[in-house]
């Protein structure tokens, strides 16, 4: 199966999984202007299980998200070649949506992995995974890197 994936290839990814015994954790983000942050929270992710598909928000998701004027910096195919290029991610896919739900109902995950800027308890699809039985789990790095803060040391220096 290629890396780059469309929400329904997800099913079959799913399916794929379960036959070979591979278990499947869901990573999401913009990921825009890609920093050692990110690479750690993917790392993270990717010791969770067998399998790492990570979920890019396109550009219309993105600005859903209200990260400011200007964003995303890069467009959603270039963000999600960065990612896939990563030894750590096995597929991507792009969602349109300004959670990550679709996704998750699409995959069904045996466990959906944020970074540490949340804890288990307040991961805002935590029920939704743990309805089918998934677990949700935490990853990365403590929140000391940000694009936005990238963004707006950018914007000083130009001032």
């Known amino acids: 199966m290629q890396k780059l994936l469309h929400l329904d290839d997800l099913p079959r990814l799913r399916a794929e999984a379960t036959r070979a015994g591979r278990t499947v954790a869901l990573a999401n983000g913009v990921f825009d202007l890609f920093h050692v942050g990110h690479l750690r929270y993917l790392e993270g992710a990717k010791a969770q299980a067998e399998l790492l598909v990570v979920a890019v928000n396109s550009d219309a998701s993105t600005r859903l998200l209200g990260k400011g004027p200007g964003r995303p910096v890069v467009p959603e195919a270039e963000r999600a070649e960065i990612i896939a290029a990563l030894r750590c ?53 403590p929140k000391e890197h940000s694009t936005t803060a990238i963004v707006e040391a950018l914007a000083r220096s130009r001032g």
């Open 89 to 141: 991610v096995d597929h991507v896919v792009i969602f349109e949506t300004k959670d990550v739900v679709s996704v998750i109902r699409a995959l069904k995950p045996d466990v959906q992995v944020k970074g540490t800027d949340y804890t288990p308890e307040t991961i805002p699809e935590a029920d939704e995974v743990r309805r089918y039985g998934g677990r949700v789990a935490v990853a990365g790095d």
